[in-house]
């Protein structure tokens, strides 16, 4: 079962800089949909960005209310995903989570099947 695990979250000042790692296992596929997402208190979860791996080759996107401030990335030698952010505003704080779905015949990233980790919080104050 693939299993994945969440660490890199905490308290910052607006402005401030996290950057997020999730461990994933579990699984072998060469085509992979990673993400990240994050849900705040009373609000919905929404994705941020996401990384599909195919055949060793990476593409990524990110939302565009990060775009500047977030990047996600992978170390394939880790086994890891990670998403860096920078200039961290009160609005990005939410339970932030990694979203594994590997595929072997890749048609989209379907989320809605995606395994879970148990997410890692980041506080932003002002």
């Known amino acids: 079962q693939v299993r994945s695990v969440e660490s890199g979250g905490g308290s910052v000042q607006a402005g401030g800089s996290l950057r997020l790692s999730c461990v994933a296992s579990?699984?072998?596929?060469?085509?992979?949909?990673m993400g990240w997402f994050r849900q705040a208190p009373g609000k919905e979860r929404e994705g941020v960005a996401t990384?599909?791996?195919?055949?060793?080759?990476?593409?990524?996107f990110v939302k565009d209310s990060v775009k500047g401030r977030f990047a996600i990335s992978k170390d394939n030698a880790k086994n890891s995903l990670f998403l860096q952010m920078v200039n961290l505003q009160p609005d990005d704080t939410a339970m932030y989570y990694c979203?594994?779905?590997?595929?072997?015949?890749?048609?989209?990233?379907?989320?809605?099947?995606?395994?879970w980790g148990q997410g890692t919080q980041v506080t932003v104050s002002s």
């Open positions: 979203a594994t779905v590997p595929t072997r015949n890749f048609d989209g990233c379907h989320f809605e099947s995606a395994y």
């Open positions: 579990g699984y072998t596929f060469s085509k992979v949909c």
């Open positions: 990384l599909i791996t195919i055949d060793n080759e990476s593409k990524t």
